[in-house]
């Protein structure tokens, strides 16, 4: 098994930035892939960046040149940086973390951080 911790949501007034983390532990696993994923009230869940242990990513339209996914191999953390934050990025976002763990993959899901963007 493998935990997830974020952190870093919070309420931010539109334009302003937010720094999101998801700090991965447990036994015996090997990230292959880290993405942020965001579910807003009767929407359904959305990929908004992904990246792989090789270090390729993969954004959203929607956030494509406002965030920007990056991770700590050396600390199984990976990062969301959220820059000019729009209303429409509210919502609650999670981490997904694909790890190799006894040569299987599996994924992994964090509890989710709100994030709150004020118009």
């Known amino acids: 098994q493998v935990q997830l911790v974020e952190s870093g949501g919070g309420l931010v007034q539109a334009g302003g930035s937010l720094r999101l983390s998801c700090a991965a532990s447990?036994?015996?696993?090997?990230?292959?892939?880290m993405a942020w994923y965001r579910q807003a009230p009767g929407k359904e869940r959305e990929m908004v960046a992904r990246?792989?242990?090789?270090?390729?990513?993969n954004y959203a339209d929607s956030v494509q040149g406002r965030f920007t996914i990056s991770s700590d191999n050396a600390k199984n953390t990976g990062y969301l940086q959220m820059n000019s934050l729009k209303p429409e990025d509210t919502a609650v976002y999670y981490c997904?973390?694909?790890?190799?763990?006894?040569?299987?993959?599996?994924?992994?899901w964090g509890q989710g951080t709100q994030v709150t963007v004020s118009s």
């Open positions: 997904n973390v694909r790890a190799l763990q006894l040569a299987r993959l599996y994924d992994f």
């Open positions: 447990g036994s015996a696993f090997i990230i292959t892939q």
């Open positions: 990246i792989s242990s090789g270090d390729s990513t």
